[in-house]
């Protein structure tokens, strides 16, 4: 009996040693396979073709699509109210057409007033040599007629100020103002600038004090810094129309409530266009007035002469800025075409630098289409293309890398006399012609070629499936292609792109 229980433990003791030694044998295949496997240099996939096959004429079908060959943004360059859209889309344009009219009230009265300052001007060069007295008089009236200026400015600054822009914050002269309105960075915008106004308007009411006494040349001074002070102003008010024009509102009675107080900022603004209109006004007449007193005090014909060109001069130079302000407020089309997006609406806020209109040239088109790189190989700028059979294109670009996307090159072909439309999705397509002049010259690709020195070798792939080379006499360029004068012929299956590629590496065959 013991001794066929020793029998038994010594099978199961067998057993167990079977078992351990199977599975130590597994283990280390594996890691040796594992090991085997991470060292395996990574395998590339390149395309062959012979240089025959490459040159011949043969012709391959693709997918394009319909682009204008040239597009333009129309924007605003200042901020202001849209007044009329004399466009719509789908509608053909002429380059230099007003397409959107902005608000210019105020800009077409600087206008007006510039006008009557010329002629003005103009005239006052046959008044001749006037007396001291009446040029002391007029200087006398135009200091007062700043002063004027000065202290309604003033007012009006101050006004707006208390009655229309602290509302807008719950602490306007304390600490963080709090501004009610906005989102994101227009909030510490805000805050910042009211901050502002708390030094600068005390800083501004010391300034002119002294204002009755001041001669012409402070009076200057005092002018531009009001100017100044109202074109600060009135970007205080565009600040505030964008903040109101980002909110979001839930029903349609508050975006009415959004809408008039867009319409009251902007009726604010304005006011300081005519404040600064003003202040142009009067710094001009008194400009004008210490020119006639220099002008008597000299009592010289050629100083007559001088004060009136000046005077001129600087009235023609107010009615070209005058003007240019009036035609800031009429957008006009960049290019001649077909208006292709118009995202703004009648009587919209838009802000200097909004897009308000698209316009496509549609009498000039292209077409794009994608190719892959061995297609691409026998295609040069210049070539032409078929367009669904019935139109010629022209090759214009070709892109020099491969797209991300797709994964393959992209091509541009301009295209002219057709009856397409932007967006239409054609078939191109494309027949490699011949470029050589004899029957035996044999051409491979660019890419297709390791230049060394005068000549260099193309590769080929062996039994084995790795990159080997052969030597390569080169001969001449000519576009994408150049001339192989000797080391292979016109049936030599070759990699037609051996870029970032290496003698002896492993790769896979494309079909």
């Known amino acids: ?23 130590a044998s597994r283990f280390v295949l594996t890691t040796k396979s594992d090991e085997h496997q991470s060292h395996e240099p990574t395998v590339r996939s390149v395309t062959l073709a012979t240089p025959f096959s490459l040159q011949t004429g043969t012709q391959f079908d693709t997918v ?14 200042v901020g202001g109210r849209i007044n009329r859209i004399n466009v719509r889309e789908g509608q053909q344009v002429a380059v230099g057409s007003v397409i959107i009219e902005l ?32 040029a002391e008089n007029n200087l006398a009236r135009a200091k007062g ?10 007012s009006s600054i101050q006004r707006t100020l208390v009655q229309d822009i602290d509302p807008l914050f719950s602490r306007p002269n304390q600490g963080i103002p709090g501004v009610r309105i906005g989102s994101g960075n227009i909030i510490q915008q805000l805050n910042d600038e009211r901050v502002s106004y708390r030094t600068l308007i005390p800083d501004w009411q010391a300034s002119i004090r002294d204002i009755e006494n001041a001669d012409a040349s402070e009076l200057e001074n005092v002018i531009n810094e009001a100017k100044t002070i109202v074109a600060r102003t009135k970007n205080f008010f565009d600040l505030i129309i964008t903040a109101y024009q980002a909110e979001r509102t839930p029903d349609q009675a508050a975006r009415n409530a959004q809408q008039e107080q ?22 001009n007449g008194l400009q004008s007035a210490e020119e006639m007193l220099n002008r ?52 919209q806020f838009v802000s200097p630098g909004t897009t308000v209109a698209e316009i496509a040239n549609q009498s000039a088109l292209e077409v794009e289409t994608f190719v892959s790189s061995q297609e691409r190989a026998r295609l040069s700028v210049g070539d032409t293309t078929a367009i669904n059979d019935m139109y010629t294109a022209r090759i214009s670009a070709i892109a020099p890398t491969l797209d991300t996307t797709t994964g393959k090159i992209n091509i541009t072909m301009t295209v002219s006399d057709t009856n397409l439309t932007i967006g239409d999705t054609v078939r191109v397509s494309f027949t490699d012609e011949a470029t050589y002049t004899d029957d035996t010259t044999l051409r491979v690709p660019l890419t297709a ?23 390569v006499t080169l001969g001449a360029t000519r576009g994408q292609f150049i001339e192989i004068i000797d080391g292979i012929d016109n049936n030599t299956k070759i990699v037609i792109d051996v870029r970032g590629l290496r003698v002896g590496q492993m790769v896979t065959i494309r079909e």
């Open 449 to 471: 070629v390791v230049f060394r020195g005068n000549d260099g070798f193309v590769m080929m792939v062996d039994e084995e499936k790795k990159l080997k080379t052969v030597p």
């Open 296 to 347: 008597t005090a000299l009592g010289r014909a050629d100083t007559e002469l001088s004060r009136t060109a000046a005077e001129i001069s600087r009235a023609e130079a107010a009615l070209i800025a005058a003007r240019a302000s009036l035609n800031d407020t009429l957008l006009r089309a960049s290019l001649s075409g077909t208006i292709v997006s118009l995202p703004v609406t009648l009587g």
């Open 262 to 283: 867009i319409a009251f900022y902007t009726r604010r603004r304005d006011e300081m266009v005519s404040l600064q209109t003003n202040l142009n006004t009067a710094r």
């Open 145 to 154: 007629d700043v002063r004027n200026a000065i202290t309604v400015t003033f």
């Open 1 to 23: 009996m013991q001794t066929i229980k020793t029998h038994r433990n010594t099978i199961i003791l067998s057993l167990f040693v079977l078992i351990l030694a199977t599975f």
């Open 64 to 77: 394009g699509t319909v682009v204008a060959a040239s597009e333009g943004l129309v924007t605003s360059e």
């Open 103 to 134: 608000n210019n009230t105020q800009q077409r009265a600087a206008v007006a007033q510039a006008e009557a300052a010329l002629r003005s001007a103009q005239a006052g060069g046959e008044d001749g040599l006037i007396s001291t007295r009446e």
